[in-house]
């Protein structure tokens, strides 16, 4: 069961769903839902982070709303095309956090030590663009590097929760490509300045095109992340590798700062990262869920 956000020809954002036979507009089921079953009665489901907040966010919410209208009606008129305009699946998290140097052969691919302890970045929000969005690349930084990763979105209010509670924090599973001005990155790093502007341009932070409800993936210890440029395949890892894994992670940063409800947590690359060039397309797969694909202008 993956969900996604995407745009109508109206430019109106809606909840999408694999059902099924295929996609189906779920915001427009759940408006026929709420009006056969309970008066009209509940929130409007337009952005899939209302659902994460709103702790709504389950692979039972889908099944069921979309299992009980076709009993009362048939459900083909809300099936979608094969054109989807995809948003972003979270499109304003208060946060972005990443974690660098999580693959050990990554860390040594740039020259550096493998961390004895998780190393956090963060985006801006900003830079987030949805799948078959277009990377810029910014003029006069040199070169720009893709990192694929998988990427977890927070739940509920979490504050200093143990690496035991911490999955229960997570709401479900996407995908992210950490683009990142690697020229720029290793200049600032080398006057003892913060990464943040190579990570930080507009369109840096591609995300989605699925979110995948926690519960549906069975075991997030050994998904296999692969990234291509142009059918070429550059990084291929299993998280497995992780030198933190996801529990540590979100354990970890819970002790820093407060994570909310739509906080994207990107988990770090594999090696293997490189070269963006005008015209690329780039692929970022796990396939339990999915590919996010993006051309770079
Ligand atoms: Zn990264």
Redesign the pocket.
């Known amino acids: 069961m993956r969900a996604f956000s995407f745009q109508t020809d109206k430019g109106q954002a809606q909840i999408g769903v694999e059902y099924q036979d295929g996609l189906y507009n779920f915001s427009a089921a759940w408006e026929l839902y709420k009006q056969l079953k309970n008066n009209g009665r509940g929130p409007e489901l337009n952005f899939l982070q209302i659902m994460v907040e709103a702790d709504f966010f389950h692979a039972e919410t889908f099944q069921e709303v979309l299992f009980d209208l076709k009993e009362i009606r048939p459900i083909d008129d809300l099936k979608l095309g094969k054109d989807i305009q995809f948003l972003p699946p979270i499109n304003r998290p208060q946060k972005i956090l990443?974690?660098?140097r999580n693959y050990r052969a990554h860390a040594e691919e740039l020259g550096n030590e493998t961390p004895k302890a998780p190393v956090f970045f963060c985006k801006p929000p900003s830079a987030l663009i949805g799948h078959q969005g277009k990377i810029r690349l910014p003029k006069g930084v040199g070169e720009v590097h893709h990192?694929g990763?998988l990427a977890v979105i927070i739940s509920k209010t979490t504050k200093q929760v143990s690496k035991k509670q911490a999955f229960d924090h997570i709401a479900g599973f996407t995908l992210v490509n950490?683009v990142?001005a690697r020229a720029l990155q290793k200049q600032d790093q080398g006057a003892g300045l913060p990464w943040f502007r190579s990570?930080g341009f507009d369109t840096f932070c591609p995300v989605g095109p699925f979110l995948v409800p926690r519960a549906a993936i069975l075991d997030h210890r050994s998904l296999e992340l692969q990234v291509s440029v142009n059918g070429e395949v550059r990084q291929e890892a299993s998280t497995a590798q992780m030198i933190f894994d996801l529990d540590e992670l979100v354990s970890h940063l819970s002790g820093y700062c407060t994570l909310e409800p739509g906080d994207i947590i990107?988990t770090?690359?594999p090696a293997g990262v490189g070269k963006l060039s005008s015209g690329d397309e780039v692929q970022v797969t796990i396939k339990e869920i999915g590919t996010l694909v993006n051309t770079v202008e």
């Open positions: 990443c974690v660098g990192e990763e950490d990142t990570k990107a770090g690359t």
